[in-house]
């Protein structure tokens, strides 16, 4: 079955501190990989998305993240973090068995805590 | 442009009533999915628009759920009758990419609450 999984529920880092939240994923076949962020009081926001090619993935805010497929991961990463970084992140991989939709299956959400 | 907006922000119902959200996509956007975050856990799929067709609606949970898109434009979502297990926050999203390739325009989600 198809699934993606957010070990940590919460991480905490220091501003300027370079930040992960790690995300892995079980599909068979290539995935199509994405990071969404949710701000307190909106919705959830695109970042970026991992379809093909170059395995380390630029998005928005600074955001990058890494698509590892011998460890089946896609972990998100900043180099240094900002306090308005502090918001909840979801990794989404798209449901291959519903063929060419938009349909995603969401990881359980980490809860990213950047302290001044 | 306007993203996507959702009605009402929050609502709280007592078991066996009747609660119907509203979603407004992004103008154009053919492709409109309803999510729902249930107690803090991960946000799962309900149903898939394109135009006022349903693609796929494999996660709408029981016949209590009932869709619709006419028109093609807003979509509606009634739970009737509610009940505890139906809190959570219900997310619309809404998509012109003609790929499908997941991007997705999310709204701010209703949050139903079932006393």
């Known amino acids: 079955a198809q699934s993606v999984a957010q070990p940590e529920d919460q991480v905490n880092v220091a501003e300027g501190n370079p930040l992960t939240v790690k995300c892995t994923y079980s599909?068979?076949?290539?995935?199509?990989l994405f990071w969404y962020v949710q701000y307190p009081n909106r919705g959830l926001q695109f970042l970026l998305k991992y379809i093909t090619g170059d395995n380390l993935v630029k998005g928005s805010y600074g955001f990058e993240a890494e698509f590892n497929k011998s460890q089946t991961s896609f972990h998100l990463k900043k180099p240094s973090a900002l306090v308005s970084d502090s918001a909840l992140y979801f990794c989404?991989?798209?449901?291959?068995?519903?063929?060419?939709?938009?349909?995603?299956?969401f990881g359980q959400g980490t809860t990213l805590q950047v302290k001044p | 442009e306007a993203g996507v907006t959702q009605f009402p922000s929050h609502s709280v119902i007592e078991k066996g009533q009747t609660v119907t959200l509203r979603c407004d996509p992004i103008s154009g956007h053919d492709n409109l999915y309803w999510y729902r975050r249930v107690m803090g856990k991960e946000i799962k799929f309900l149903l898939h628009f394109v135009k006022e067709s349903k693609q796929d609606e494999s996660g709408m949970p029981n016949n209590r759920f009932l869709a619709e898109r006419t028109g093609g434009t807003y979509s509606t979502l009634k739970v009737q009758p509610a009940e505890l297990e139906d809190s959570g926050v219900y997310f619309c999203a809404s998509s012109f990419d003609r790929r499908n390739t997941g991007e997705l325009f999310f709204g701010e989600g209703s949050r139903l609450t079932v006393l």
């Open positions: 989404a991989v798209r449901d291959k068995g519903s063929g060419n939709t938009g349909k995603l299956i």
């Open positions: 599909v068979s076949g290539n995935p199509y």
